[in-house]
């Protein structure tokens, strides 16, 4: 039989390594998806263990061949749950968190605080007391009221404390603008024309030890152009500061790029390390300095392919258009576990992944569940000609973004995070239910 490439073929750059077809059904992590679904049942988020944790030993390695001891930090934000934070610190990563949550999380996970790094664009002086008296490595320090927030904490707790400057380096990331972190219009960091000041502050107050200086381009970036030009403004900023006393480390965040769709073409981590690399000597050298210490933040490039989405397909409508056929295939979850097509037109595949088909593929659109028609989850991919009710569909490089953004709209409960390893699973984050939800509100009798 004839499978169809482009309605039942699994793309290796999209999918989990582990992913493969056995009598028609896919496999993850060893375990058939059908039979996953019948145990967990749907929708369903699968989390391919040696997928999470050979990305992560990768780009640590792919880092560690062009630099000299270079930091990796976890980016949590695109995926945090105690195992998830145990595998990326096993294969010898920090660990980056953003929000108070986070950081008792991984508090609770049992991962070593020195080696966490706390970002965040308005930490409160309660969120800077826990850090601080926890034993938070480095804090991110993004403006001049939370450096006066972080020098009062620190002198009340007779520490230390070690922090980072974000610089917003105004380098503008070839991304979504929702993505771009270091226009000169946004939240993020402080102005480099104000480093020098707020720099000059920090080494007077002996309050703070400054690790150094902190920027980060954007995300979902597939070459390394943008990081050297911020490494040119990066870099000579750290040498102007130089003379002033000692910046051991430069971190320039995170951001490499994955495909979604078989139009996205990232290079390899190899290739962007390399070209990463060069680009800093290049501009250190022009500079007259020694290279810094490097920091780095991959989160997508680690979570995203290592997560799949399993849905149950409900509805089928076929609507005849000016430009021919579109089939909407109605899914029992959508934006309220992936609302990322929403937020920024973000672009995914799916397959059908209970059977093969050899029916001719059709222009298909893969929808939600909820009141809304901006809630898509594919906005445009070729599935086979019967796809039916009951099918069981699903979305690949789901693991980085979805949980993490997922909510409760039309109270609908969030989906299981279940991890796959050598034909296995194992629940990570259980399935939430309706009880959970209502057990929230007070008027029925919930914890005020």
Not at 21 to 49: K, W
Request: net charge negative; charged share 25%; proline share 5%.
């Amino acid at each position: 039989m004839t499978h169809p490439p482009e309605a039942d073929a699994l793309q290796p750059a999209i999918w989990p390594a582990s992913a493969h077809r056995v009598d028609g059904v896919v496999h993850v992590g060893g375990a058939s998806v059908d039979a996953l679904v019948a145990e967990h049942g749907t929708p369903l988020m699968l989390l391919d263990e040696d997928e999470l944790r050979g990305r992560a030993r990768r780009i640590r390695a792919a880092f560690s061949a062009v630099l000299d001891d270079p930091i990796v930090y976890y980016a949590g934000k695109a995926l945090l749950t105690a195992d998830v934070a145990r595998w990326v610190t096993a294969e010898g990563l920090g660990v980056d968190v953003c929000s108070a949550g986070e950081l008792a999380l991984v508090r609770a996970a049992g991962v070593d605080l020195a080696r966490v790094g706390y970002h965040g664009s308005n930490k409160s002086e309660a969120e800077l007391r826990v850090a601080v008296a926890a034993g938070v490595g480095t804090i991110v320090v993004d403006s001049e009221l939370e450096l006066e927030r972080l020098t009062r904490v620190a002198a009340e707790a007779g520490v230390r404390q070690g922090m980072r400057l974000r610089i917003n380096v105004g380098v503008h990331a070839s991304t979504h603008e929702f993505l771009a972190t270091s226009h000169e219009d946004q939240k993020f960091g402080v102005r480099i024309d104000d480093a020098p000041t707020l720099v000059a502050r920090i080494r007077a107050d002996d309050v703070l030890e400054l690790r150094g200086l902190h920027t980060h381009i954007g995300s979902q970036i597939f070459d390394g152009a943008g990081f050297a030009a911020a490494f040119d403004r990066m870099v000579a900023l750290h040498a102007s500061l130089l003379p002033g006393g000692a910046l051991p480390e430069l971190n320039v965040g995170g951001g490499f790029g994955i495909a979604y769709t078989e139009a996205d073409d990232p290079q390899p981590i190899e290739q962007i390390a390399a070209s990463f690399a060069e680009a800093l000597r290049s501009a250190c050298a022009r500079e007259g300095i020694a290279m810094p210490r490097v920091a780095i933040e991959p989160g997508r490039s680690i979570a995203g392919p290592a997560g799949v989405t399993v849905y149950r397909v409900g509805t089928i409508k076929r609507m005849e258009l000016a430009d021919g056929e579109r089939v909407y295939v109605s899914v029992d979850g959508g934006m309220s576990d992936n609302p990322r097509h929403v937020l920024y037109g973000a672009q995914y595949t799916a397959r059908v992944v209970g059977r093969s088909s050899d029916a001719e593929a059709v222009r298909a659109r893969v929808v939600g569940l909820h009141c809304e028609s901006g809630d898509i989850v594919v906005d445009e991919v070729r599935l086979p000609g019967d796809v039916a009710p009951g099918d069981l569909l699903a979305v690949p490089a789901t693991g980085a973004y979805c949980a993490s953004l997922a909510s409760n709209y039309n109270m609908t409960p969030r989906p299981p995070i279940v991890a796959v390893a050598d034909g296995a699973s194992r629940v990570l984050v259980r399935r939430e239910t309706i009880d959970d939800l209502l057990a929230r509100d007070a008027g029925l009798g919930g914890t005020a």
